[in-house]
């Protein structure tokens, strides 16, 4: 059975930080890895995809990388920014299912 | 487009009462999730739909749950009789198309269910 597990569950940093967030994954039999951002009293958006075939993938200030065979990925947010702030959330997809198995996410808190 | 609107946004029902969640999908979407969330057990997934047809209802807890799609854009989740411990955030989400081939999913912003 698949277990997706975040670290850490929460995080506090001034402003202007680099960060990393980790998601590790017990299955490597996954065919994508997406992060997602769920802010307060709202429902999660999409941030990045990696496809299992890939090694990363950068959007502005975030980038993710894939290690599959090690099942991890990190989520590496370049400058934070107080909006940033938000619980981010991975999900690994495994094959020939469009069933998402989300991890517990990490809350972030980035202070001005 | 709207995104995925979901309703009602918050409810409060006393055991033993039937709750009716509605989700309208992204139009031209043709998959369809129902998930729910709580803090103890974060996101779960009870049931996705493509092209209308149930696929995966294996994350429906019992027989309570129900959940319909009449139409390709309209979906219902049904819960009968309620019960506290089915207080939770259910969220609805579409996609293009399947999810394995990389298609992004689009959540809606939930439907917070407090039985009392």
């Known amino acids: 059975k698949q277990e997706v597990t975040q670290i850490p569950a929460a995080l506090s940093v001034p402003e202007g930080e680099n960060l990393v967030l980790n998601c590790s994954f017990t299955?490597?039999?996954?065919?994508?890895l997406q992060w997602f951002r769920q802010d307060p009293g709202k429902g999660l958006t999409s941030l990045l995809l990696i496809q299992s075939s890939q090694r990363e993938q950068t959007s502005g200030r975030l980038n993710a990388s894939l290690d599959k065979s090690s099942g991890r990925s990190t989520l590496y947010i370049a400058a934070s920014q107080p909006g940033d702030s938000a619980t981010y959330l991975c999900a690994v997809n495994a094959y020939n299912t469009d069933k998402l198995i989300f991890g517990t996410g990490t809350r972030l808190q980035v202070f001005p | 487009d709207a995104g995925v609107i979901q309703s009602p946004r918050h409810e409060v029902t006393e055991m033993g009462q039937e709750v009716t969640l509605r989700c309208k999908l992204i139009s031209g979407h043709n998959s369809l999730f129902w998930y729910r969330q709580t803090m103890m057990r974060g996101l779960e997934l009870l049931i996705y739909?493509?092209?209308?047809?149930?696929?995966?209802d294996s994350g429906m807890p019992e027989d309570r749950f129900s959940a319909k799609m009449p139409n390709a854009s309209f979906s219902t989740l049904k819960i009968q009789p309620s019960e506290p411990r089915d207080s939770a955030v259910y969220f609805c989400?579409?996609?293009?198309?399947?999810?394995?081939?990389?298609?992004?999913?689009?959540f809606g912003e939930g439907s917070w269910l407090t039985v009392v």
């Open positions: 739909f493509n092209n209308n047809v149930p696929i995966d």
């Open positions: 989400a579409s996609s293009l198309n399947r999810v394995d081939s990389g298609n992004t999913i689009y």
């Open positions: 299955d490597s039999a996954i065919y994508n």
